[in-house]
């Protein structure tokens, strides 16, 4: 456990830690309006958004962790868990404006790191494959949105603006602007501008174009063959 935390995790200074624990929960707080179009004012996202009451409680064991209290973290965690059914190990890296919205199901391993603006559905696993020792979790990058029951494994880079499909397994690095989608995931990388993150139908749809380039062929010989007939 030592060992681990030598290796990943970065020395921070008290003020850091300070900040580390408020600083960020009012923007966990601000960017539900954004994120949800069902949120509808702060007294029904202060009680009734499962992503905003795990955040507080996983800010408060990050920072007992850090500050190298034993088991109380854990046993926050572990209550955050039964209240909210999302578990967050307190060493997880959480950057600010983090929603994890739902939230039922989803599980953020202890050495996990996710950058600002991060979008989780329900459901979500940022986890380890198995096979990996000490750095075994994913590292999001910003403004990254995973799908509904999406699974990341593995001690992976997820580039900034990823956008990761619902039910998807991500087994290697996504760069970037970059699309993953399915089992295992596949890159997809568009130049030019990206929409809105939450445009979530304009996932592409591979098996659909692979279907639909497969009947383009299927025509032009079905032409070519009445030309020599
Ligand atoms: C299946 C698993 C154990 C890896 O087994 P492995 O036999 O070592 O497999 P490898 O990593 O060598 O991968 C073999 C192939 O299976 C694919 N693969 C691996 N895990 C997969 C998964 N979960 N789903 C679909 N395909 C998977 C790989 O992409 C690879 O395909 P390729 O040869 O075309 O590149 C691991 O990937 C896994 O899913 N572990 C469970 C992790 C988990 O549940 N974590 C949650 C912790 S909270
Ligand atoms: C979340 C996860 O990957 O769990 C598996 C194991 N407990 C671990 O920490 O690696």
Redesign the pocket.
Known sequence: MQQISNTFTTQKTDKQLRLSFLQPLLTDFQIIFDRDPAARNWFEVLCCYPGFHAMVLHRLAHWLHCHGVAFVPRLISHLGRFLTGIEIHPGAQIGQGVFIDHGMGV?I?ETAIVGDYALIYQGV?L?????ETGKRHPTLGKNVVVGAGAKV?GNIQIGDRVRIGAGS?I?RDVPSDCTAVG??GRNICHKGVRGCPLEHAKLPDIEASIIRSLLERIEKLEQQLKVKS
């Open positions: 599980v391993g696993t986890g380890g494959t198995g096979k494994l397994i087994l089992v295992p």
